[in-house]
T-cell receptor
Framework: QKEVEQDPGPLSVPEGAIVSLNCTYS??????FMWYRQYSRKGPELLMY????GNKEDGRFTAQVDKSSKYISLFIRDSQPSDSATYLC???FGTGNQFYFGTGTSLTVIP | DAGITQSPRHKVTETGTPVTLRCHQT?????MYWYRQDPGHGLRLIHY???????DKGEVSDGYSVSRSKTEDFLLTLESATSSQTSVYFC?????????????FGAGSRLTVL
């Protein structure tokens, strides 16, 4: 069993839709939770970063962590064509040397 | 890409030849990492460094070696490249210990081994 599971999609939505991206994990010791966005042929860029449980909002993006269910989510409101990318979840124990990534979900927002 | 430069960005080589990828950072971060990204596997850690001359293995370190002689440079070497090492390689840095426990990635180096 992988440490982090993420549905690869692809996910296709119309412009303006609310998008929900999710990851599940198996190790309850994870403390830091991240979402990265990766455009085609580019490096991943950090979108959201959360420590422990709870919600965090940044503009159109909301990250949620539910440690009791070992489940994290990224919501994108009012999705735009420029949001079309692959979204990677990542998490770590807080030790700095071992980050675990999901395989990524490919999102296309149709104008 | 936030002060991280990878070179070369693209390389085609033949099986059995040595290859070195370079990562250079201007952020003075202590931690540096090499990942490879493959379809269906996501990002997998090859090696990481937590200081000059301090390195350790990651999940997929076989066939790779690294060196870090200066804070700003982290080299990844494939001593004898194989076709299974065809991949996109990403360097990342982290300011772990300062509170910002996240990775910042370079633009990637696309390696093809024929």
């Amino acid at each position: 069993q992988k440490e982090v599971e993420q549905d690869p999609g692809p996910l296709s939505v119309p412009e303006g839709a609310i998008v929900s991206l999710n990851c599940t994990y198996s190790n309850s010791a994870f403390q830091y939770f991240m979402w990265y966005r990766q455009y085609s042929r580019k490096g991943p860029e950090l979108l959201m970063y959360t420590y422990s449980s709870g919600n965090k909002e940044d503009g159109r993006f909301t990250a949620q962590v539910d440690k009791s269910s070992k489940y994290i989510s990224l919501f994108i409101r009012d999705s735009q064509p420029s949001d079309s990318a692959t979204y990677l979840c990542a998490m770590d124990f807080g030790t700095g040397n071992q980050f675990y990534f999901g395989t990524g979900t490919s999102l296309t927002v149709i104008p | 890409d936030a002060g991280i430069t990878q070179s070369p960005r693209h390389k085609v080589t033949e099986t059995g030849t040595p290859v070195t990828l370079r990562c250079h950072q201007t952020e003075n971060h202590r931690y540096m990492y090499w990942y490879r990204q493959d379809p269906g596997h996501g990002l997998r850690l090859i090696h990481y460094s937590y200081g000059v001359k301090d390195t350790d293995k990651g999940e997929v370190s076989d066939g790779y070696s690294v060196s870090r002689s200066k804070t700003e440079d982290f080299l990844l070497t494939l001593e004898s490249a194989t076709s299974s090492q065809t991949s996109v390689y990403f360097c990342a840095i982290s300011d772990y210990g300062s509170g910002a426990n996240v990775l910042t990635f370079g633009a990637g180096s696309r390696l093809t081994v024929l």
